[in-house]
């Protein structure tokens, strides 16, 4: 993967800021599909204890938390 290329990286973390799940790809559409998905999965009990789901972006997989599902 060239260093440039951006990678779309969905997280979603707990109250303590703690990541819980993490799914990173270069599409831009299926990145947008999984982080709805991401919102759409949190409970209302989540959202008020303080989970959150972020879409972020980076330009090497090295910046992808090692945790990551990897999707190409």
């Known amino acids: 993967m060239e260093p440039s290329a951006t990678i779309w ?5 707990d109250p303590m800021g703690l990541l819980y799940a993490c ?3 270069c599409d831009e559409q299926q990145a ?3 982080h709805q998905s991401f ?7 989540q959202k008020a ?6 879409l972020r972006t980076v ?3 090295e910046e992808v938390p090692a945790s990551a599902l990897k999707i190409n």
């Open 9 to 13: 990286v969905n997280e979603q973390r």
């Open 23 to 25: 799914i990173a790809c």
């Open 59 to 61: 330009s090497s997989w």
């Open 39 to 45: 919102i759409t999965n949190l409970t209302l009990e």
């Open 49 to 54: 204890a303080g989970w959150t789901a972020q």
């Open 32 to 34: 947008q599909d999984c």
